[in-house]
């Protein structure tokens, strides 16, 4: 009796172990379904391993989110040296709402001589419209706010200039996305606005002074390239006018035709440092009987956006 008793328990204990590894066997291919699930998200077609190889591109899983989410979806992710970035947010200069303060160091030469002067900076930039920051028409206004002053001389002519311009230009502009890390944007700009200036002179024994406003208008364009998100570098050509026959300060250095690039870096979310050089050339007109004249400005500035 205890024999049979003994194989009974042996039976029952082999069909309890079937059971066992069978419910382990199912439990174990529910976690991997439902971790392959969690894997590649809320959207059907696109798993991790597709990302991390470098398969599928920033649109085709915005598309794919959109698509099973009804379009509703807002997508962000952390990226260094930011709490979060829109995935398709390229650091530009047009297209953004900012403003930056800065200063620059200004060399003047004439004939072979160099002066020296300083510039102090302040710029506003708002964007108008965009359809889209990657790619499609833009236009941003721009207000950019300069004083400057310059100490030259070529004997026996010396001079001292202070000036403050305020342009107000709009920038329309067209974003192709080649890759989502390399997006460029071919710009034009053209503006009106105002310059101030007096200057004290002095030739030979005689001195004179005498301060004026003048109309000022601007055209010209560039391009810039924006690369890996939080990098861009910037090319412009800029001509320079103004009613010159109003004003006895600007007759002095108008036209002028300026040659600049621009490199950015941003730093967080809405802190970037932008880095300046320009080339300005004018031919001078009444006072210094047309001497060529250059002007290079080397400068920096920090800019805010919001």
Not at 101 to 109: L, P, Q, R, S, Y
Not at 197 to 215: L, Y
């Amino acid at each position: 009796m205890l024999f049979f008793i003994f194989i009974k328990s042996l039976t029952m204990v082999k069909n309890m172990k079937k059971h066992i590894i069978l419910v382990l066997a199912i439990s174990a291919l529910s976690s991997w379904a439902l971790a392959r699930e969690a894997d590649r998200g809320a959207f059907e077609g696109v798993s991790a391993e597709d990302i991390r190889r470098g398969d599928v591109s920033t649109q085709e899983i915005l598309e794919k989110m959109k698509a099973n989410s009804n379009g509703s979806v807002e997508a962000e992710i952390p990226q260094s040296g930011h709490s979060t970035v829109s995935l398709n947010s390229a650091f530009s200069s047009l297209g953004a709402n900012y403003v930056q303060v800065g200063a620059a160091a200004d060399f003047i030469t004439m004939s072979g001589s160099t002066e020296t002067g300083v510039d102090a900076r302040l710029g506003l930039n708002l964007n108008l419209y965009k359809q889209s920051d990657n790619s499609g028409l833009g236009v941003d206004l721009s207000v950019p706010l300069e004083y400057m002053y310059i100490d030259a001389s070529l004997a026996p002519t010396s001079m001292e200039v202070n000036t403050f311009s305020f342009p107000v230009y709009l920038r329309p502009y067209y974003a192709f996305e080649v890759t989502p890390n390399f997006v460029i944007k071919p710009f034009v700009q053209a503006g009106v606005g105002g310059k101030y200036s007096d200057i004290d002179v002095s030739v030979a024994n005689a001195s004179a002074w005498a301060d004026g406003f003048a109309f000022t208008w601007a055209v010209g364009g560039g391009v810039e390239f924006c690369i890996y998100k939080d990098f861009y570098i910037q090319g412009r050509y800029l001509y320079n006018d103004s009613n010159a026959e109003d004003s006895c300060i600007d007759d002095y250095i108008t036209p002028e035709h300026e040659i600049s690039a621009e490199i950015g870096y941003r730093l967080t979310d809405n802190l970037a440092i932008v880095v300046q050089y320009s080339h300005v050339f004018w031919n001078g007109q009444k006072l210094l009987s047309g001497v060529d004249m250059d002007q290079d400005k080397v400068g920096a500035c920090l800019r805010i956006m919001f």
